[in-house]
């Protein structure tokens, strides 16, 4: 019998943000996204990626990628094939989360069953507050009355950063807090900085140090859980955090896909690591994938699309501090399939 004929279309979309996000060294007024869908007879499949500013991975360095694999994924190349095919960027990212929804529609499985997850229910999630003056950051914490779980964005300047966390910790005393230093501190700055998050009640440290400076980790007393970002982009780099972090900062664009995510995950329990879920500021196709890998997770920073001045239709939504991601969004059997 020959084979249904395969087609891959790529695209670029942009989503602008509600207003410039700032981060360590960084500001950022949109997201840019390649998108991708594979169409094989009756089904349609698709995925999107972010990439990560870090590492050069740009539009044009995940559309070239993507290209660079088009033939293999026309002539029917599955998600084992495509680990072989491309390292861990985000135009594998997208490839891999479309052939999830493919063989998704295909099976007339969901992909949460495919994968052996848990069937997934709303989640706990932060919501991220950029770096900007102490007093603004109050009141944006004010202002997310829902929200119970608050990540506050730290540039590495160590007055002006316990300043901005002091001030949200005072304007929402009831919230779950955690910081992102986003690699800007040195090793000897950090009793410092577990001094100051311990006085202000904050439950997570990400990445303080630069990829590269993780044996600045050694021998430092962390009195809170670090975790690791920048410091784990693959599954290649989670064996090595252990003595030097407590939980690893999945994210999918960086590591390829929902079908390393979950090996990350899975290899960070058997090391007694703790798992987190995060994302590049995608909008709601991005998340879906990262939301069942969330399942998982004892951290959840899912909230991208909240940046976006749009967003796609239907999409995830915020209730009650916690993120909800509808069916209809990605990874289910349509109707009729």
């Known amino acids: 019998m020959m084979r249904t004929r395969r087609t891959l279309d790529v695209r670029v979309e942009r989503f602008p943000y509600v207003k410039p996000f700032r981060i360590t060294g960084h500001v950022f007024t949109e997201t840019a996204l390649v998108v991708v869908e594979i169409a094989e007879g009756p089904h349609r499949a698709r995925g999107e990626a972010a990439g990560a500013y870090y590492l050069q991975d740009d539009i044009a360095t995940m559309t070239a990628a993507i290209e660079r694999v088009r033939d293999a994924i026309e002539a029917g190349a599955d998600r084992a094939g495509l680990q072989q095919l491309l390292p861990p960027c985000g135009g594998r990212n997208a490839l891999d989360c479309a052939l999830w929804e493919l063989e998704a529609q295909q099976r007339g499985e969901p992909v949460w069953q495919l994968a052996g997850l848990p069937e997934p229910r709303p989640l706990r999630t932060t919501i991220t507050l950029g770096a900007e003056e102490p007093r ?7 202002a997310l009355a829902d929200a119970t779980t608050l990540k506050l964005k730290l540039t590495g300047d160590a007055a002006l950063d316990a300043a901005r966390v ?30 100051m998050l311990e006085r202000h009640d904050v439950a997570l440290l990400e990445q303080p140090l630069a990829r590269g400076d993780e044996a600045g980790m050694e021998g430092v007393k962390r009195t809170i859980p670090v975790a690791a970002d920048e410091s784990a ?13 407590d939980m690893v900062n999945i994210k999918l664009d960086k590591c390829g896909g929902l079908t390393e995510g979950i090996a990350i995950a899975r290899r960070a329990r058997q090391l007694g690591l703790g798992v987190m879920v995060g994302n590049m500021m995608g909008s709601s196709l991005s998340m879906a994938p990262s939301f069942l890998l969330g399942q998982l997770c004892n951290v959840v920073d899912l909230d991208g699309p909240t940046f976006l001045a749009r ?3 239907p999409g995830v939504f915020y209730r009650d501090g916690n993120v909800h991601c509808p069916a209809e969004i990605w990874g289910y059997p349509r109707s009729g399939n």
């Open 233 to 245: 982009l693959s599954l290649a780099d989670v064996d090595g955090l252990v003595g030097r972090f």
């Open 311 to 313: 967003d796609r239709t």
């Open 166 to 195: 002091a001030a949200v910790r005072s304007a929402r005393p009831d919230c779950w807090i955690g910081v992102d230093a986003n690699q800007g501190y040195r090793a000897d700055a950090l009793p410092a900085l577990f001094a």
């Open 136 to 142: 603004a950051m109050a009141d944006a914490a004010t």
